[in-house]
């Protein structure tokens, strides 16, 4: 009877599937894993697979989990885990559960192409390649497999091309190209390709093709316009730079030739902060033309840019060799330099620059800096900080310095508004925004109650920038939860839940958090599953149950009770609990049995009889109310007249 109860609700809940009717679906679900003693495997799965699709990521990863728990030799539970965290963007963490249900499904080639999928947005093009051509072999009718294999040979094609393996490369970007790809990228690279190898007509033709498909990119003209000066097409070329310029480029009246159009390209990208694009351009331009202090010193900038901080300290070292008395790379050193956190070089090249009548501003910025570094006198290095400020302007790099110092010296209240002024000059200056939290928690916590909007807004923006700091986003939530902000800090805690679904006080607190915000449905469907991992947890179990009755599973929790009060033979909280389910149900003797079952596990608890009590005055028996009404005042004087170590009942 059982087992077709389990098929009818199961096959119910996947024609609800089908129709689409997820919500109902999960609905169903909930109810079934509400009321089951054991929870079944199969009514996990589907309920992750309808939160999945109901975008409930966090809910469907715990679930997920559990069934892998339950069945770790079924590669369902691992495969749509997998998809979930793909869903998220969270590629790192499908990796290895996709690889085990391939492990245990090795010719599924929907699981092929979920793993190719992931290895490519995990950046491992080979994998992909590898994985999705078997799933085309496996399904050749499968057009979505079919495409993702496409743009797997694309990446793969691009990556072999960067590291030298040219010829595989371009085969593969073009059979890209002759199956309907259309995207400038495969013909970019091949006009890289082409270019490189000195083939410059038909880099010129990929070019143009990409410009076609971006023509608003005006990267991509200044590389067609250099083409078009190497193959002496000088006018099309000047066309090409007028373009440029109607585009909104910053283009100069001058007499171009191919040299300066190559340099003033790079000068573009630079402006831009295509870094990559301008570094590519850089090597190219001295592996074609031999050394240039200029060209040497943008490649280093667009180095320095992409964090190669070694590199681009080689390249700024030759274009000194070549120009050391150019004073502009002597700033880029001091840059550098400070960057590098090598501070010998910085002392050096401010006593060139000093030498050299060097700007005295970035003289007296860069000496505050090192001082800084240096000194353990706060209060002169505070006042050097302050005057290179007055002097020379809020640079970041002053500003924050000064809020640590501010901070160092128990200051919160100055640190924070120069970590907010950092903030306002750079707006991705990570440590200041963690230093400007700091200092925030520290001012909330001493009593300044209209900064907590404030610290929140920085919390968020920390959070929007860099979402995977854990420690982070744990700390906003719990301060969330403790300034009773349940709204927000469930969303904060449903993140944290995707990165550690096996976090059994996390899904505690979360279901705390829902039983605030009055989802208890979903406190009892996550509290479910604690109670599978701790099943002699009697707090549970009741926070469990009261979920059940402020829902509408509150039906399912007598029956549960009641075997709870077999199992937990001493425990007076459960045989109240059944006493109060069997009340609510209308099962008046039923709920009488539970309350003397509670009285006798303690004779010395009052609530036993004051339940009673109420009962019996509900049904209008007065004389036996009042019995027990004086036998539940003689034990709470008893209980009244215990230590407070001795009042727990």
Same mark, same amino acid.
């Given at each position: 009877?059982?087992?077709?109860?389990?098929?009818?609700?199961?096959?119910?809940?996947?024609?609800?599937?089908?129709?689409?009717?997820?919500?109902?679906?999960?609905?169903?679900?909930?109810?079934?894993?509400?009321?089951?003693?054991?929870?079944?495997?199969?009514?996990?799965?589907?309920?992750?697979?309808?939160?999945?699709?109901?975008?409930?990521?966090?809910?469907?990863?715990?679930?997920?989990?559990?069934?892998?728990?339950?069945?770790?030799?079924?590669?369902?539970?691992?495969?749509?885990?997998?998809?979930?965290?793909?869903?998220?963007?969270?590629?790192?963490?499908?990796?290895?559960?996709?690889?085990?249900?391939?492990?245990?499904?090795?010719?599924?080639?929907?699981?092929?192409?979920?793993?190719?999928?992931?290895?490519?947005?995990?950046?491992?093009?080979?994998?992909?390649?590898?994985?999705?051509?078997?799933?085309?072999?496996?399904?050749?009718?499968?057009?979505?497999?079919?495409?993702?294999?496409?743009?797997?040979?694309?990446?793969?094609?691009?990556?072999?091309?960067?590291?030298?393996?040219?010829?595989?490369?371009?085969?593969?970007?073009?059979?890209?190209?002759?199956?309907?790809?259309?995207?400038?990228?495969?013909?970019?690279?091949?006009?890289?390709?082409?270019?490189?190898?000195?083939?410059?007509?038909?880099?010129?033709?990929?070019?143009?093709?990409?410009?076609?498909?971006?023509?608003?990119?005006?990267?991509?003209?200044?590389?067609?316009?250099?083409?078009?000066?190497?193959?002496?097409?000088?006018?099309?070329?000047?066309?090409?730079?007028?373009?440029?310029?109607?585009?909104?480029?910053?283009?100069?009246?001058?007499?171009?030739?191919?040299?300066?159009?190559?340099?003033?390209?790079?000068?573009?990208?630079?402006?831009?902060?295509?870094?990559?694009?301008?570094?590519?351009?850089?090597?190219?331009?001295?592996?074609?033309?031999?050394?240039?202090?200029?060209?040497?010193?943008?490649?280093?900038?667009?180095?320095?840019?992409?964090?190669?901080?070694?590199?681009?300290?080689?390249?700024?070292?030759?274009?000194?060799?070549?120009?050391?008395?150019?004073?502009?790379?002597?700033?880029?050193?001091?840059?550098?330099?400070?960057?590098?956190?090598?501070?010998?070089?910085?002392?050096?090249?401010?006593?060139?620059?000093?030498?050299?009548?060097?700007?005295?501003?970035?003289?007296?910025?860069?000496?505050?800096?090192?001082?800084?570094?240096?000194?353990?006198?706060?209060?002169?290095?505070?006042?050097?900080?302050?005057?290179?400020?007055?002097?020379?302007?809020?640079?970041?790099?002053?500003?924050?310095?000064?809020?640590?110092?501010?901070?160092?010296?128990?200051?919160?209240?100055?640190?924070?508004?120069?970590?907010?002024?950092?903030?306002?000059?750079?707006?991705?200056?990570?440590?200041?925004?963690?230093?400007?939290?700091?200092?925030?928690?520290?001012?909330?916590?001493?009593?300044?109650?209209?900064?907590?909007?404030? =610290?929140?807004?920085?919390?968020?923006?920390?959070?929007?920038?860099?979402?995977?700091?854990?420690?982070?986003?744990?700390?906003?939530?719990?301060?969330?939860?403790?300034?009773?902000?349940?709204?927000?800090?469930?969303?904060?805690?449903?993140?944290?839940?995707?990165?550690?679904?096996?976090?059994?006080?996390?899904?505690?607190? =979360?279901?705390?958090?829902?039983?605030?915000?009055?989802?208890?449905?979903?406190?009892?469907?996550?509290?479910?599953?604690?109670?599978?991992?701790?099943?002699?947890?009697?707090?549970?179990?009741?926070?469990?149950?009261?979920?059940?009755?402020?829902?509408?599973?509150?039906?399912?929790?007598?029956?549960?009770?009641?075997?709870?009060?077999?199992?937990?033979?001493?425990?007076?909280?459960?045989?109240?609990?059944?006493?109060?389910?069997?009340?609510?149900?209308?099962?008046?003797?039923?709920?009488?049995?539970?309350?003397?079952?509670?009285?006798?596990?303690?004779?010395?608890?009052?609530?036993?009889?004051?339940?009673?009590?109420?009962?019996?005055?509900?049904?209008?028996?007065?004389?036996?109310?009042?019995?027990?009404?004086?036998?539940?005042?003689?034990?709470?004087?008893?209980?009244?007249?215990?230590?407070?170590?001795?009042?727990?009942?």
């Amino acid at each position: 009877m059982e087992t077709k109860r389990k098929l009818d609700y199961l096959q119910e809940a996947l024609e609800l599937g089908r129709q689409r009717d997820y919500a109902g679906a999960a609905q169903l679900l909930e109810e079934a894993i509400a009321r089951q003693e054991g929870v079944e495997p199969e009514v996990l799965l589907l309920l992750g697979r309808a939160y999945h699709t109901l975008q409930r990521y966090p809910r469907a990863l715990a679930l997920f989990r559990d069934y892998i728990r339950l069945e770790p030799a079924s590669a369902q539970g691992y495969f749509f885990a997998g998809r979930t965290y793909l869903a998220l963007g969270m590629n790192q963490q499908a990796l290895p559960l996709l690889r085990k249900a391939l492990e245990i499904r090795p010719d599924d080639p929907q699981v092929l192409a979920m793993l190719g999928i992931a290895c490519l947005k995990s950046k491992r093009s080979r994998e992909a390649v590898d994985f999705l051509q078997k799933a085309v072999e496996l399904a050749p009718e499968n057009q979505k497999f079919y495409r993702s294999y496409l743009n797997a040979l694309l990446i793969r094609g691009i990556r072999l091309c960067r590291v030298g393996e040219t010829e595989l490369g371009a085969q593969m970007l073009q059979f890209v190209l002759d199956n309907g790809i259309q995207s400038p990228l495969p013909h970019l690279e091949l006009g890289r390709v082409y270019r490189e190898t000195g083939q410059l007509t038909q880099a010129l033709a990929h070019y143009t093709a990409a410009c076609q498909l971006a023509p608003q990119d005006t990267s991509i003209r200044w590389y067609r316009a250099t083409l078009l000066m190497a193959l002496n097409k000088t006018q099309e070329a000047l066309e090409e730079i007028e373009t440029i310029r109607e585009l909104g480029g910053e283009v100069p009246e001058l007499s171009w030739n191919a040299e300066l159009v190559e340099r003033f390209m790079i000068r573009s990208f630079l402006a831009e902060g295509a870094w990559s694009r301008a570094a590519r351009a850089c090597g190219l331009w001295l592996r074609k033309r031999g050394p240039d202090p200029m060209v040497h010193a943008m490649y280093a900038e667009a180095l320095r840019n992409m964090g190669d901080l070694e590199r681009a300290y080689n390249h700024l070292s030759k274009a000194l060799e070549i120009a050391s008395q150019q004073i502009e790379l002597r700033y880029a050193q001091l840059m550098l330099a400070w960057e590098r956190e090598d501070w010998e070089t910085l002392q050096k090249t401010l006593s060139i620059l000093q030498r050299m009548n060097g700007d005295p501003a970035i003289i007296q910025r860069f000496r505050a800096l090192a001082i800084d570094h240096a000194s353990q006198d706060d209060k002169a290095v505070i006042a050097q900080l302050q005057q290179a400020i007055r002097n020379t302007g809020p640079s970041p790099e002053l500003m924050f310095a000064l809020a640590q110092r501010y901070f160092h010296i128990g200051l919160p209240d100055l640190a924070e508004g120069w970590y907010a002024r950092t903030i306002q000059v750079q707006a991705l200056h990570e440590r200041a925004y963690l230093g400007s939290i700091a200092s925030l928690e520290l001012l909330v916590q001493e009593g300044q109650t209209d900064l907590v909007d404030t =610290l929140i807004q920085r919390y968020k923006a920390y959070l929007e920038r860099w979402p995977d700091n854990r420690r982070i986003r744990r700390e906003f939530a719990l301060f969330l939860v403790k300034q009773q902000q349940y709204e927000a800090a469930q969303s904060e805690l449903e993140d944290l839940l995707t990165w550690e679904t096996d976090n059994r006080t996390l899904r505690r607190l =979360l279901a705390y958090v829902y039983r605030k915000n009055r989802r208890y449905r979903d406190a009892a469907i996550l509290l479910k599953g604690v109670l599978k991992e701790d099943p002699q947890n009697i707090g549970l179990l009741l926070e469990f149950i009261g979920c059940m009755d402020r829902s509408n599973l509150k039906k399912y929790s007598y029956p549960i009770l009641e075997k709870a009060a077999k199992h937990f033979k001493n425990s007076v909280d459960v045989a109240l609990a059944l006493g109060d389910a069997a009340y609510r149900d209308k099962k008046i003797e039923q709920a009488l049995d539970a309350y003397r079952e509670a009285a006798v596990r303690n004779g010395e608890d009052p609530r036993p009889y004051q339940r009673m009590a109420l009962v019996y005055k509900r049904q209008g028996i007065l004389e036996m109310a009042d019995r027990y009404e004086k036998e539940a005042n003689i034990r709470q004087n008893r209980k009244n007249k215990l230590p407070n170590s001795q009042k727990k009942l």
